[in-house]
């Protein structure tokens, strides 16, 4: 008999609590060498935790993780590091304003490297570079790189302190679809060298196309470990969920009524004089959800924050905006977030760390953000507390928010339960307009499907939605029409049921699609 090899990663019974959560309960995990292997599961299931566990940030109340067969205590991240365990962050931790080979070289000079000088840094990450299809220049500014270039020079750094087994936590949230293929190659580039890769994703799509094995968690628990090529999408959700998901939005067709929302030429100059908005016009009616395509970065994230009634600080406006016939004013008083709700329009910013929740305050609080002066929340002149919480608790349940604590701080919650905290504190509220941003980044399946549900009754109560997301797949299944936003201006409109992924991209890229491409009925 021969022997197998030993496995990249093995762990055995590890545990992890915060307090009352467990957040890991006895965990065995057997990665194999040369393997992509997926991680999934629902917000809040642990999958961050475990990973953190095995990079030396947290360490496990209970367990075993052993490395090539042999056993390791992995007390930081330096000890991962000589493990031959690399991090690929959701959160890139690179330092802006150095350069490529800086920030590749900067932190590495362990006792192995011993601080290489930089002409010998730099040809040993061109020969880097160009093994794995992962160009960056190496003098480029990291500000000045796009994020799928950061993410590059993130796995870059990986490899430079010779990392056999690489973690990526949802790297792909962030990507555009071209930059995400680009990803994938550059990942089954890596295998092929004989690299271990760790991918947790919410997405069944990445899993099914790039892995080779995957794991599923659930409440804190590993709930099953199968071959991708042996499952899909459909058994992968309900393990994940514990019950059937419909994979597709089910939706009546809508019935739009009188425009609720008009912008006609919308122009934006920022604090640096560049022109971000164009002249926007559009329409969105009562009972309509509007689809926002583009690639993020082309003047989505201006358009949203302006409606919103929160302007970049030095922004130039130009335009007219109505809400149910009325113009809205588009700057100065009247025009901050707390007059926009008032005049009904909820908000979901797209970035939910930074502008739709404070982080050290608590569940119920956030829940109740910007809605804290309603009638229903007042007791003489007094907040009511007490009518707050009651009311954050059934938004907790309905939304199923995890765990169910309204005390506990919103950066306590993983990243899924946090965007639930916000969707329902702005869906609930029943507005005429509601603006949201990216809807469902970092969340998991069934929240999706719970998420898109939510949107979609909103609509069919006769509200309007306007609806900003870099996933098109979102887009196409939600929109009743869409729009494709290029370098500020919109390059598009297209029916969902006539739009294609390639004619989308094509626009998103900023291109016309070929006529002849229209096919029958378009003339
Ligand atoms: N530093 C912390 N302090 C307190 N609780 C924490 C901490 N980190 C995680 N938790 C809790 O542990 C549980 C597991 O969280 P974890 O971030 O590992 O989940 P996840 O599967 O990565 O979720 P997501 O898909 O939403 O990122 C959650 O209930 C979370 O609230």
């Not at 019974?13 to 991680?39: E, M, W, Y």
């Not at 309603?374 to 608790?393: H, K, Y």
Request: hydrophobic share 45%; net charge negative; aromatic share 4%.
């Amino acid at each position: 008999m021969t022997a197998t090899p030993a496995p990249a990663i093995e762990l055995r019974g590890i545990s992890k609590a915060f307090g009352p959560v467990q957040a890991n309960r006895d965990i065995d995990l057997v990665v194999p060498r040369g393997t992509i292997h997926g991680i999934i599961g629902e917000n809040g299931a642990g999958k961050s935790t475990l990973m953190s566990i095995l990079y030396g940030f947290y360490r496990p109340d209970a367990g075993e993780i052993l490395v090539g067969g042999k056993p390791v205590a992995i007390a930081d991240s330096q000890a991962a590091i000589r493990a031959g365990i690399g991090m690929v962050f959701q959160h890139f931790k690179l330092v802006q304003n150095f350069t490529v080979l800086e920030n590749v070289v900067l932190g590495a000079e362990d006792g192995r490297l011993l601080r290489p000088s930089l002409s010998r840094a730099r040809g040993e990450l061109k020969r880097l570079a160009a093994e794995y299809g992962l160009q960056v220049d190496p003098d480029a500014l990291v500000e000045e790189l796009s994020v799928g270039h950061q993410q590059r020079v993130e796995i870059l750094k990986a490899l430079y302190r010779r990392a056999d087994i690489l973690i990526l936590d949802e790297p792909t949230g962030v990507l555009t679809p071209a930059e995400a293929d680009h990803l994938f190659r550059i990942l089954r580039g890596l295998k092929d060298e004989g690299k271990t890769i760790i991918l947790i994703t919410h997405k069944l799509r990445e899993i099914m196309e790039i892995t080779d094995n995957v794991s599923v968690m659930r409440r804190g628990e590993m709930v099953a470990s199968v071959r991708t090529a042996e499952t899909g999408p459909a058994e992968l959700a309900e393990l994940m969920v514990g019950r059937k998901v419909l994979l597709r939005v089910d939706k009546p067709p809508a019935r739009p009524g009188a425009p609720v929302l008009e912008v006609r030429g919308l122009r934006m100059v920022d604090a640096e004089g560049v022109e971000r908005l164009r002249g926007i016009d559009l329409e969105i009616r009562a009972g309509e959800i509007l689809g926002i395509a583009g690639v993020a970065g082309n003047g989505q994230t201006q358009l949203l924050e302006i409606l919103g009634g929160f302007p970049e600080a030095g922004a130039r406006l130009q335009g007219e905006i109505r809400l149910g016939g009325r113009p809205l004013p588009l700057q100065g008083p009247g025009a901050d977030g707390r007059a926009r709700r008032r005049a009904g329009i909820g908000h979901v910013p797209e970035d939910r760390q930074a502008e739709g929740l404070i982080m050290d305050f608590t569940a119920w609080e956030n829940i109740a953000f910007g809605y804290h002066h309603a009638p229903e929340f007042q007791r003489g002149p007094l907040m009511d507390n007490a009518a707050i919480r009651a009311d954050a608790m059934g938004k907790i349940q309905r939304f199923d928010i995890r765990p169910p604590n309204p005390d506990l701080a919103a950066k306590s919650f993983s990243g899924g339960n946090q965007q639930k905290i916000v969707v329902a504190r702005e869906v609930e509220r029943n507005p005429e307009l509601l603006l949201i941003g990216q809807p469902t980044r970092g969340v998991d399946i069934g929240a999706i499907e719970f998420i898109h549900k939510r949107i979609v009754a909103l609509r069919d109560a006769g509200r309007a939605v306007l609806l900003v997301s870099v996933e098109l797949d979102e887009i196409m299944a939600l929109s009743d029409r869409i729009l494709v936003m290029f370098d500020g201006h919109i390059m598009g409109e297209r029916l969902p049921a006539e739009a294609t992924t390639g004619d989308l991209g094509c626009l998103m890229a900023g291109v016309e699609p070929a006529r002849a491409d229209a096919g029958g009925g378009a003339g």
